[in-house]
DNA sequence: GCATTAACCACAG
DNA sequence: CTGTGGTTAATGC
């Protein structure tokens, strides 16, 4: 089915590295390593799931589409299954995974996935264990958001954003100003207002998408203080 | 009442 | 796609 090798991947999953060499044999062979660029989309909400989407480099948005608009739910960076619950869950996919960057995917037929979930429950552990984590994050997010007004809200994307995906204090934007507002549940024009504001209030720099966050402790005071 | 917050609209780069 | 200004509804003091 292709050329890949998983048993030599430098990119596996903590979960993956519990399977036997029989076993990545299997997963070898029922495994489709696909290339995607950026803005192109990887599960689309409505689409029959038919295959386990793991991504190997990238970064990518999920979102689902709301009653008046898009509503993105997190960023998710490689390496990391995309759609676990959307593939298992149902049939048909309830939410989009799209590229935010030039992105490598593999996808691994659900039977193969299942098969491997049936036989080794160290694996199954493991998968429990990510998607355990994510819920708990999703928790933790939306109590977060749904008590915060605006300010505190981009506050803190901003700063997940520099902590978890890019680990520096300057980033490039990866989100428009419009998907930041999707993001956070607010209109483009309020998210353009506050980051001038934080601009003017030397909070942060910002030209074109190149953000520094100049004074980390008062936007963490904002973000706290919602 | 008066101030503040943030959404919606319109319009211009 | 962004940034601004005007308007407006909701909420707080």
Known sequence: MSDIECKCCTLKSP????????????????CLRIGFRKGE????????????????????KIHMKGPSGEKILRLSKAPAYLGLPTTFGDKVNQYS?????????????????RRLIYSNGQFA??????????????????????????????????IRMSEEIFGSTTY?????V???????SSSRES????????????IIMLNKRELTICRMDILRKISEKG
């Open 15 to 30: 979960a993956t590295r519990l399977l036997s060499p029989k076993q990545l044999d299997e997963l070898e062979e029922n």
């Open 41 to 60: 989309g990887i599960i689309k909400e409505g689409m029959h799931a038919t295959n386990i989407v793991y991504l190997r480099s990238g970064l990518v």
């Open 97 to 113: 995974a799209t590229a935010l960057t030039e992105c490598e995917v593999c996808f691994i037929s659900l039977d193969t996935f």
């Open 125 to 158: 552990y493991e998968i429990i264990i990510d998607m355990s984590r994510l819920e708990l994050r999703g928790f933790k997010r939306c109590v977060s958001f749904s008590q915060k007004h605006l300010p505190g809200r981009l506050a803190e994307i901003l």
């Open 172 to 176: 490039k934007l990866p989100l428009t």
């Open 178 to 184: 419009s998907e930041l507002a999707d993001f956070i």
């Open 191 to 202: 998210v353009s207002r506050q980051l001038s504001e934080f601009v003017r209030e030397e």
